[in-house]
């Protein structure tokens, strides 16, 4: 019983620990990524402010996402 309640008291510990910071992520939903043109914009004008393209796929809304980075933060984008 004594180990249990250390291992409880550690979990407890760790999971207060953890910082977490949802400003981060940025979630655009309004464009038309299915239109080559946009998307090529998107890529062009991401790339020329730093950001790197990490995901595209498609989401269970058969939604096209791009996911980009830049040091910590994250952009996601989601057509329409």
Excluded: H
Excluded at 55 to 80: P, Q, R
């Amino acid at each position: 019983m004594k180990k249990k309640l250390q291992l409880f008291c550690l979990v407890a510990g760790l999971l207060l620990s953890v910082k977490v910071n949802a400003d981060d992520v940025k979630r655009i939903n309004n464009l038309n990524l299915l239109n080559p043109d946009v998307r090529k914009c998107l890529l062009e004008s991401s790339k020329n402010e730093g950001w790197e393209l990490k995901s595209v796929y498609m989401n269970s809304e058969s939604k096209l996402v791009f996911v980009f980075s830049k040091g910590e933060s994250d952009k996601i984008y989601t057509s329409k």
